[in-house]
Nanobody, 127 residues
Framework: QVILRESGGGLVQAGDSLRLSCEASGRTFSSYAMGWFRQAPGKEREFVAATSVSGSTSNYADSVQGRFTISRDNANNRVYLQMNSLKPDDTAVYYC????????????????????WGQGTQVTVSS
């Protein structure tokens, strides 16, 4: 089992940057593929970015491609989401998710594929 805790959210202006961090408990973090999802008020939870166990492969939603970067630090049990050129449409609660994976290069894009979730961190982008 893994417990996830997000941090780094806040209120920023359009065009600004933020870096979200997700800290995972446990000693097997390097066995989990990781993902970031977000949910805006009145909308369904949507995929943002995902990375494999090794961090060698990643995938992004079209809406954030080129602006967001997912990375992980297996030595410190953390995954990050660097968000640049933020837009008001990026306003949402951002969730970190983990899924046990035995394939070093596999990532998961669907929220239903993840077993573990953090509590979320609010990101608000003003225009």
């Amino acid at each position: 089992q893994v417990i996830l805790r997000e941090s780094g959210g806040g209120l920023v202006q359009a065009g600004d940057s933020l870096r979200l961090s997700c800290e995972a408990s446990g000693r097997t973090f390097s066995s989990y593929a990781m993902g970031w999802f977000r949910q805006a008020p009145g909308k369904e939870r949507e995929f943002v970015a995902a990375t494999s166990v090794s961090g060698s492969t990643s995938n992004y939603a079209d809406s954030v491609q080129g602006r967001f970067t997912i990375s992980r630090d297996n030595a410190n049990n953390r995954v990050y989401l660097q968000m640049n050129s933020l837009k008001p449409d990026d306003t949402a609660v951002y969730y970190c998710a983990a899924q046990m994976s035995y394939a070093s290069s596999l990532y998961y894009n669907r929220w239903s594929e993840y077993d573990y979730w953090g509590q979320g961190t609010q990101v608000t982008v003003s225009s």
